[in-house]
């Protein structure tokens, strides 16, 4: 069955250092995979879309990699903040009907 | 530029009452989304429309759920009759083209409690 995995438990990292979070997949073969964060009470916000064919996409201190080989999307905040503190979501095109599909999550949070 | 605007942003409703949810688009978007989030399940796609039309309502869990598209600037989803099962967050999304290729833009959700 198809399955999109992200890290369940929470990332908890020091102000300043880069956090990096994963996003793993199976039974899918995405043409494009996007990111989304998430603040408590609020709707997800769109940050970055990566196409199959492009290996790496940046975006001010983020940066997304997507290997379909390891069929796995890296995430990566740089010189992290407090303000960086949120849910991050990944989300891959289904295979069907092109809808997207998230996964569960994970919750960053980044300490001063 | 407003974003997705939705309403109620809480309703708090007795088992068996019917529940309607609302959402205004983005201006210029013609995909619309209906999702909804729990702790279990997180994120789950319930039903998308393209330009008005229904495209897939197969995340729809029963008949109990329905969505309508009148027209380009507004959305309704309608539980009948709600079960407290049916208790979570209900969130609408647009964006331009079909919305995987496209960043989709989310409203701030309607939490609903179903007692």
């Known amino acids: 069955s198809q399955k999109i995995e992200q890290n369940s438990e929470a990332l908890n990292i020091q102000e300043g250092k880069t956090a990096t979070l994963t996003c793993n997949y199976t039974?899918?073969?995405?043409?494009?995979l996007q990111w989304y964060r998430q603040d408590p009470g609020r709707g997800p916000v769109f940050l970055l879309l990566?196409?199959?064919?492009?290996k790496e996409k940046r975006k001010e201190r983020l940066k997304v990699t997507f290997d379909t080989t390891l069929k796995q999307s890296l995430f990566h905040i740089t010189a992290s903040q407090p303000a960086d503190s949120a849910t991050y979501l990944c989300?891959?095109?289904?295979?069907?009907?092109?809808?997207?599909?998230f996964g569960q999550g994970t919750e960053l949070s980044v300490k001063p | 530029d407003a974003g997705v605007i939705q309403s109620p942003r809480h309703e708090v409703t007795e088992m068996g009452q019917e529940v309607t949810l609302r959402c205004k688009p983005i201006?210029?978007?013609?995909?619309l989304f209906w999702y909804r989030q729990t702790m279990m399940r997180g994120l789950e796609l319930l039903i998308y429309?393209?330009?008005?039309?229904?495209?897939?309502d197969s995340g729809m869990p029963e008949d109990r759920f329905s969505a309508k598209m009148p027209n380009a600037s507004f959305s309704t989803l309608k539980i009948q009759p709600s079960e407290p099962r049916d208790s979570a967050v209900y969130f609408c999304?647009?964006?331009?083209?079909?919305?995987?290729?496209?960043?989709?833009?989310f409203g701030d959700g309607t939490r609903l409690s179903i007692l």
């Open positions: 999304a647009s964006s331009l083209g079909r919305g995987h290729d496209q960043p989709q833009h």
């Open positions: 039974n899918y073969s995405p043409a494009y």
């Open positions: 990566i196409r199959e064919n492009e």
């Open positions: 989300a891959l095109v289904s295979n069907q009907g092109g809808k997207l599909i």
């Open positions: 201006s210029g978007h013609n995909s």
């Open positions: 429309f393209n330009n008005n039309v229904p495209i897939d």
